[in-house]
């Protein structure tokens, strides 16, 4: 099973370092680790850091991978349209991305199946230059688990979707990562998903790792003083899920 482990990671634009020594063990296949942090801290520059795409100190190191480096998927927070493809057709595009051009059939029942499991088989002949903000993001989601990653680096990706969407995908996403034993990393604004669908917690503030660990040993009323400057609590509500309840900002 597929294994990811950070070592002193860094990461720079031009001359400007935005990340540093970052250190995570093994992250195992199957497991769903939240990124969390104020804006600007450094969480989407970790991702692109883990998908080679901004240079910088420190190891990425995979082990027991498959496929190497192509394993992994970084699912941007923004997602450009290109209003020419069809929504299927950018999917296809994203499936056979490295590698050849021949369609098996057994690709399209693929893309099919995704369509169908995030209910969006309706928009498959739609431009993306038609499609609302939550439509398009649902279709970047689609794009990404069609390449069947190992790793799977999401970027916010429920930020645009509403309420029942954003439940649905989460839970998605958690049970196809412990049955296909793929490593799940999502970056969260909303902290009661985190608490809800990851099993671990990665704080990043200002270009470092403040914390990490079992969510429920991260999300707690001093990280979210220290860290957000707000004054909260974690009350478990009556079904005995962990809530963060907001009382101000500090
Ligand atoms: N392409 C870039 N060139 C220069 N600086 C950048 C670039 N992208 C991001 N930055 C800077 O790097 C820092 C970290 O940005 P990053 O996007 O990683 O933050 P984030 O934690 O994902 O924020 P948010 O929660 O607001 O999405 C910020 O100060 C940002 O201005």
């Known amino acids: 099973m597929v294994a990811l482990a950070l070592a002193d990671v860094g990461a720079a634009y031009g001359r400007m370092t935005v990340l540093s020594n970052v250190s995570i063990d093994d992250l195992k296949g199957g497991s769903v680790t939240a990124i969390i942090g104020p804006n600007a801290a450094g969480k989407s520059t970790l991702f ?108 916010e990706p429920t930020s645009a979707l509403d309420l029942h969407r954003q439940v649905e995908v989460l839970s998605f996403i958690a049970d196809l990562a412990r049955r296909n034993g793929m490593i799940v990393l999502i970056a969260l604004h909303d902290l009661n998903h985190a608490l809800r669908y990851c099993e671990n917690t990665i704080v990043i503030a200002s270009g470092m790792m403040a914390a990490s660990g079992p969510t429920s040993h991260v999300i707690t009323d001093a990280m979210l003083r220290d860290i957000y400057k707000i004054n909260a609590r974690i009350e478990r509500c009556s079904q005995g899920t962990p809530m963060v309840i907001v009382d101000g900002a500090i």
Request: a negative charge.
């Open 48 to 155: 692109k850091r883990i998908a080679c795409l901004v240079k910088g100190p420190g190891l990425v190191e995979l082990s027991d991978t498959d496929r190497g480096s192509r394993t992994i998927c970084y699912m941007p927070q923004d997602t450009g349209a290109n209003a020419v493809l069809t929504v299927f057709e950018s999917i296809l595009l994203s499936a056979k991305q490295g590698s050849g051009w021949r369609v098996a059939d057994d690709e399209l029942d693929g893309i099919d199946e995704i369509l169908k499991a995030l209910r969006i088989e309706n928009l498959a002949f739609r431009g993306l230059g038609e499609l609302s903000g939550g439509q398009r993001q649902l279709v970047s989601l689609a794009q990404a688990l069609v390449r069947k990653p190992e790793v799977l680096l999401m970027d």
